[in-house]
């Protein structure tokens, strides 16, 4: 059965910064795709950050220059540093793998991330 374990969570003030992490466990080999997106208050769910096995990675425009993500594939984990938060950036952030054998969508359970002075 497939786990997602995601922490780093938590209240920050503006202008702080988060780490996420994200370890996936129990598909039957190594993930394809991972990243993170997140579901703001009232809106749909946007990706923020993607990375391939190979280390390739794609940016959600609202916070292009204030993330990065990497992965350890030894791990199956997924990390996103986010820097300069905004109180925009309040919402529900979802761990995302495509794995094998069916190369479908996965997703965590959600972290919450406060951004709030």
């Known amino acids: 059965q497939v786990q997602f374990v995601e922490s780093g969570g938590g209240l920050v003030q503006p202008g702080g910064s988060l780490n996420l992490s994200c370890s996936v466990s129990?598909?039957?080999?190594?993930?394809?795709?991972m990243g993170w997106y997140r579901q703001l208050p009232s809106k749909q769910r946007d990706m923020v950050a993607l990375?391939?096995?190979?280390?390739?990675?794609n940016y959600g425009y609202s916070v292009k220059g204030r993330v990065s993500i990497s992965r350890d594939n030894a791990r199956n984990t997924v990390y996103l540093e986010m820097n300069n938060l905004k109180v925009d950036d309040t919402g529900v952030y979802y761990c995302?793998?495509?794995?094998?054998?069916?190369?479908?969508?996965?997703w965590g359970q959600g972290t919450q991330v406060i951004v709030s002075s």
């Open positions: 129990g598909s039957s080999g190594s993930p394809d795709n």
């Open positions: 995302y793998a495509v794995l094998p054998p069916d190369y479908h969508d996965y």
């Open positions: 990375i391939s096995p190979r280390g390739r990675t």
